[in-house]
């Protein structure tokens, strides 16, 4: 552990005075000392300068010691500094004053060395504290930082707040959910052919995109399953229109995989219904959803061909009249009943 080493500022017009205090200082080992010869070139290096304690001469005639502590202890930035003002042994009055402004402690002259180093002593040690009390309190607020960062990387935005505020999150239902599944062709070819950095580092610009989608179409990105991403509408944040929102996205989706390097096609599965979601875990916090919805969802996307948006009949339901479509039939997804599957080909023209 490194040696505390204080740095001590020593004020005074009287040049005896101070190399007095310094000599004396130093004799109780203290070794790094500044000397200044006035208030006002004291006002200007304390703002210079990082000092652990000022020694303070009352009495000067550019500006007196009471005027510069006042001055110290009203600036938020260097109030923390202990000050001791030296003082003649008559003037208890102006001490006084002097405490009542802030002044950590005080000593007379004639200076007496022993009580000067006790003094000295006991205010560094008060500092020192002080400063490993705001230490620990930084690396509080540092931690808690990294934590609410860490629950915004993980989990919906919509969902920290309630972490927070509420020490049992139950899982609710949602009746009128648009549910997004989107991922890539050929990714997992991919990623037996190139080495593991290039697989994450594609995987990370490919959803650094996604994200910028879901956001700009006022989605909410819930997961990502392997290259899977699932997005939302309709359980975080109010919006009249989830599914015209997650086509919108769709759209945005096979646009940026498109145009990336190397670029990517994509099958994207649009569903709309209930769904249950809510926070799950309790070490690793996960938000999460179940229900019929979510796995027609993923049937769905599994459905598609190569850069295809396909969309349930339910979905579709809610937006005809907004969409260029094309029916694919009615179609059994993996065992699940039949439901008819409509392509999105693009908006239509409002007239």
Request: proline content about 4%; charged content about 25%; aromatic content about 6%.
């Amino acid at each position: 552990m490194a040696k505390y080493n204080p740095k001590i500022l020593v004020v005074d017009d009287n040049e005896d005075n101070r190399y007095t205090l310094q000599r004396r200082l130093k004799k109780d080992g203290f070794s790094e000392i500044v000397l200044v010869n006035g208030g006002q070139e004291a006002l200007d290096i304390v703002y210079e300068e990082t000092f652990d304690l000022i020694l303070l001469d009352l009495m000067m005639p550019d500006i007196s010691g009471l005027e510069v502590l006042q001055q110290i202890k009203s600036d938020p930035d260097l109030r923390h500094i202990p000050v001791i003002m030296v003082t003649a042994s008559d003037d208890v009055d102006s001490a006084a004053e002097c405490i009542q402004s802030g002044a950590d402690d005080y000593i007379t002259k004639p200076i007496n060395a022993t009580l000067l180093n006790a003094r000295v002593s006991s205010s560094l040690d008060k500092k020192r504290v002080r400063d490993l009390e705001a230490s620990y309190l930084g690396r509080v607020e540092e931690e808690k930082k990294k934590t609410n960062d860490l629950l915004h990387s993980v989990l919906p935005k919509g969902t920290v707040g309630e972490i927070k505020s509420a020490s049992n999150i139950g899982p609710k239902r949602y009746d009128n959910v648009a549910i997004l599944i989107c991922d890539l062709v050929g990714f997992t070819p991919f990623c037996e052919q190139n080495s593991p950095e290039r697989v994450v580092e594609t995987l990370q610009d490919v959803f650094e995109g996604f994200e910028s989608a879901i956001e700009e179409t006022g989605m909410e990105k819930i997961k990502t399953v392997g290259d899977a991403i699932v997005a939302t509408s309709g359980i975080l944040g109010d919006n009249h229109e989830p599914v015209m929102s997650a086509v919108e996205c769709g759209f945005l989706f096979r646009e940026k995989a498109n145009a990336m390097n190397p670029p990517w096609d994509v099958h994207v599965g649009i569903h709309y219904g209930p769904v249950v979601a809510g926070i799950v875990g309790r070490q690793s916090l996960q938000f999460d959803m179940l229900g019929h919805t979510l796995n027609t969802a993923f049937r769905i996307c599994d459905t598609t061909e190569k850069n295809e948006i396909l969309i349930s009949n339910d979905a579709w339901m809610t937006v005809r009249g907004k969409l260029k479509g094309k029916s694919r039939g009615i179609l059994e997804l993996k065992g699940e009943v039949h439901v008819e599957l409509l392509e999105c080909l693009g908006l239509r023209t409002q007239q």
